[in-house]
């Protein structure tokens, strides 16, 4: 149980601290161990199929193979940039977009019915369509993980954008600022944590829309 924080000392407090981030980190590594050690369990007593599941020893023994012949660094650092340049894109394009349809009411209420329904498609069963549309090429991997994030990311800012609070936009023009000022000044600071928040949700899904690009490729 937490202590009330205004009965402790300075001292009792940072060791109390301490001892809160000590348990954290312990069990998420008991969560990491007993994870992996049920995987590893269950398919050497065939309860689950090793072939299909993997299994963490096979995992092991991979990498230590690629790392022998040096494969592994190779495919690590193309699947990296790929990851990073898809990052970056989606980041760009849905603060863009997202100040578009911001700064323009009219657009958005045409664009945004549709941004609903291509954020709800399944896009890993796109990629293939993309491999017809785009080749067999890096161009479809970038374009397979950004539209895995680009929709929810311009969605999110937008709904960010939108809901700062009115007076503050109204101090800004009783100042004679501009749509500019209240841009810089009120909308992107008020929406840092949700651009914060797309960075931790989008690099993950950018990963994973660069393996499913490349293992449709």
């Known amino acids: 149980m937490c202590p009330n924080n205004a009965n402790l000392t300075q001292e009792e407090f ?26 590893e369990l269950t398919t050497q007593l ?17 990498f230590i193979s690629m790392t022998g012949d040096g494969s592994i660094f190779y495919h690590v650092g193309i699947t990296l940039a790929e990851t990073i340049l898809s990052f970056f894109l989606v980041l760009l ?20 019915p549709y941004l609903v329904v291509l954020n709800s498609l399944p896009k890993t069963a796109l ?3 993309l491999i017809v549309w785009l080749g067999n ?12 994030a680009i929709f929810t990311t311009i969605i999110n800012l937008y709904n960010s954008f939108t809901n700062v609070e009115e007076d503050k936009i109204l101090l800004i023009k009783t100042l004679g600022g501009h749509k500019k000022d209240i841009l810089l000044k009120v ?31």
């Not at 060791?15 to 995987?39: C, E, P, Q, S």
């Not at 065939?46 to 991979?62: A, E, G, L, V, Y």
């Not at 950018?206 to 490729?217: N, P, S």
């Open 187 to 217: 909308i992107l600071p008020s929406s840092f944590s949700a651009i914060v928040s797309s960075i931790k949700v989008n690099i993950g899904l950018c990963l994973v829309g660069v393996i499913i690009g490349a293992g449709v490729k």
């Open 93 to 112: 394009l849905g603060i863009l977009i997202a100040i578009v349809l911001w700064w323009n009411s009219s657009v958005a209420s045409v664009i945004e």
């Open 46 to 62: 065939k309860i689950i199929d090793s072939f299909i599941f993997s299994s963490p020893s096979r995992i092991i023994k991979t």
């Open 137 to 148: 090429n890096v161009k479809t991997i970038i374009v397979c993980a950004i539209s895995l």
């Open 127 to 129: 990629a293939p369509i």
């Open 14 to 39: 940072i060791a109390y601290y301490k001892k809160k981030k000590v348990m954290i980190t312990f069990y998420r590594i008991l969560i990491f161990i007993v994870f992996f050690g049920v995987w």
